[in-house]
């Protein structure tokens, strides 16, 4: 009897306690939203952890779903998944590999005989890797700046023409908290002199090219400036999905962590959504959003317009841009 009280208690605290978080972290709301029926929305990442939880959400409301995808077994298995809640919008998986600057070239070429426009473009994927793992891109580029960063720098130039002809279109780049923690070292840019880590909140790679998003979302929207082509960049919160990457035995423990304090992938799509499609922020350009509303400027460090111009620049000539004009 005793067992059974507690375990109650248990069950209804968890309850009040996630409903509390739920209410701080926000919700898109449905009601205030762009119509997004066949729309077209680009997601990159779309098989897993909040790129699936956004693509059934999209499907949801009746948008045209290009899901980007490095793996496509794993792209048609979330399509699978998805499908068991939703029957509306179309799900189309298509192969990138952001840590190849030729496939993500492919890619922008197969898209472009698809459709001949893109409305919405969301920046999602990501990987979160051990400087001390020394992982490169394809191109020979450190792999968290290389994937999150100038894969889609690159992605989002090869479909800025799409993207104007949709106009008025979003995009919207998934960046992070820990961005603040990261610095833009021009002399270092693949982090080759920072100690590589383990540690997802102490892993500087990561952090750098999480604030690399911040600089890109920002930059991209003095670029677009009068083009109707708006830039979104969203900070998710902590949410449960396979991109931190636990050893077992800690594994057990951090899931139960998790549980209680992470985000689910749904929670944690919702700011995305929320720049995606919110009238609120149709007018916007170049924020930041948290907990689906704008983070102000005043709450967080500025961004300074040279670095992130430079950084621009730099990016160009890396992913071979430059040479394209
Ligand atoms: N989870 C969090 O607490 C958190 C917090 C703040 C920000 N974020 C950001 O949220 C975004 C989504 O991450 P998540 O948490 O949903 O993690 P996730 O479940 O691991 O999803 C990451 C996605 O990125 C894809 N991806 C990785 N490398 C790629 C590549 N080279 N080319 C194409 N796609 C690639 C993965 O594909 P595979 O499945 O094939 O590997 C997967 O679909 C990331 O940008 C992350 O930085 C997450």
Known sequence: M???YIATLAVVGFWAFRSILRKFWGTADRGNEEDATNKVVVI???????????ALEMAERGAIVVMACKDMDEANAAIINIRKTTGTGRLIPMKIDLASLDSVRQFASDLSKKFDKV????NNAGVLVSGKLQQKTQEGFEINFGVNHLGHFLLTNLLLDSLKKAAPSRIVTVSS?????????????????????RNPIKNKHYANSKLANVLFSFELARKLWGTNVQTYCA???LVKTKIVKIPFPWRIFSSL??????????????????CALSKQCRYETGEMYQHCRKWLPEDRIPIR????????????????????K
């Not at 990159?44 to 939880?53: F, R, V, Y």
């Not at 908290?177 to 880590?197: A, P, S, Y």
């Not at 317009?305 to 040479?323: D, I, N, P, Q």
């Open 2 to 4: 005793e067992f059974l």
């Open 44 to 54: 990159t990442g779309a098989n897993s952890g909040i790129g699936k939880a956004t």
């Open 119 to 122: 409305d919405i473009l969301i």
């Open 177 to 197: 908290d820990v961005h603040l923690k990261g610095l833009i070292d021009f002399k270092d840019l693949m982090g080759e002199n920072q100690r590589g880590t």
């Open 235 to 237: 900070s998710t919160g």
């Open 257 to 274: 962590i998790q549980r209680i304090f992470f985000k689910t992938p749904q929670e944690g799509c919702q700011t995305v959504l929320h």
């Open 305 to 324: 317009r040279e670095v992130a111009s430079r950084l621009w620049t730099v990016s160009e000539e890396l992913v071979g841009l430059k040479k394209d």
